[in-house]
């Protein structure tokens, strides 16, 4: 594979910087074969030539004639704006990632007219620490290797699972959203130990050891979870206690229509975002 690829992001808010800083963490991709892009904060350019020592400029046609990769990371909002400045400048011979919620590959073919391969990606916010749980799918033009290309960009963030398009809603529901189940899990933890009467500072060590420890358990080990949830129990000890709570107020069933409903959601906010696109 080319590793001299010239990778060029349209927008430049925190998804692209998270993968730009992991590519160059990686020591995977040159600065020189990244490009950053936006529509008129120059400030923000800067600070990535700054930060990243990346090029970033407001110069659509300079930055899209020599990138073989085009990463869209702009707002939906942005999106039927933003395709259509850069469609002068694109070709069937670029590669198209987009991290963009919502858009499936089929609207952004349909609008930019062309018959490009795109890889659609949906990442998570631990995108920022090189952690993220990301999953990709390929367009109708994209192939194998355009996969190879996406997956070895987004593994500098993380861990990459391929799935069919149709799938990214319930990876919405599941990975993307799943970092804001976590922390909700653990400020109700920390008010429990509030409540309890433990130090601030102690209990935020203990809970957040607690979480990377149990993580680390369920990455390491061949058992199921509920396997390695029955060795902690004992009968008639503390955590049977304390999980026969969670059982009375239906914690799991709470936990599955919770990432049901916000699997339903991405696909309502991707219907109502791609009927404004083709209006417009």
């Not at 033009?141 to 290309?149: D, M, Q």
Request: net charge neutral.
């Amino acid at each position: 594979m080319d590793k001299k690829l010239t990778y060029t992001f349209i927008g430049a808010g925190s998804m692209a910087e998270a993968m730009v800083a992991g590519m160059i963490n990686s020591k995977l991709f040159d600065r020189e074969q990244l490009i950053v892009t936006n529509r008129s904060n120059v400030e923000r350019l800067q600070y990535y030539k700054q930060q990243y020592g990346v090029k970033g400029t407001n110069n659509l046609k300079d930055a899209l004639e020599i990138a073989d990769v085009v990463i869209l990371a702009m707002k939906p909002k942005d999106v039927t704006a933003a395709l259509e400045s850069i469609k002068p400048y694109l070709t069937e011979k670029k590669l198209i990632i987009s991290v963009i919620a919502g858009i499936s590959t089929k609207s952004i073919e349909e609008l930019l007219g062309l018959k490009i391969p795109i890889i659609r990606a949906m990442p998570n916010t631990s995108a920022t620490i090189g952690q993220s749980a990301t999953a990709i799918s390929q367009g109708t033009f994209a192939n194998h290797n355009h996969e190879a290309i996406a997956k070895r960009l987004f593994l500098t963030i993380g861990t990459v699972s391929i799935v069919d398009e149709d799938d990214l809603h319930a990876v919405t529901g599941l990975s993307g959203s799943g970092p804001a189940y976590v922390y909700y899990l653990v400020e109700a933890m920390e008010k429990a130990a509030l409540d309890l009467g433990l130090d601030k500072d102690v209990s935020k060590e203990l809970i957040l050891q607690t979480i990377i420890g149990a993580a680390e358990m369920l990455k390491s080990s061949p058992k199921h979870p509920s396997v390695l949830r029955k060795e902690i129990m004992s009968p008639g000890g503390t955590t049977e206690a304390g999980l026969s709570v969670l059982e009375q107020y239906k914690y799991q069933e709470a936990m599955v229509q919770c990432i049901k409903r916000a699997t339903e959601r991405s696909k309502e906010l991707g219907a109502e975002i791609e009927n404004i696109m083709m209006k417009q």
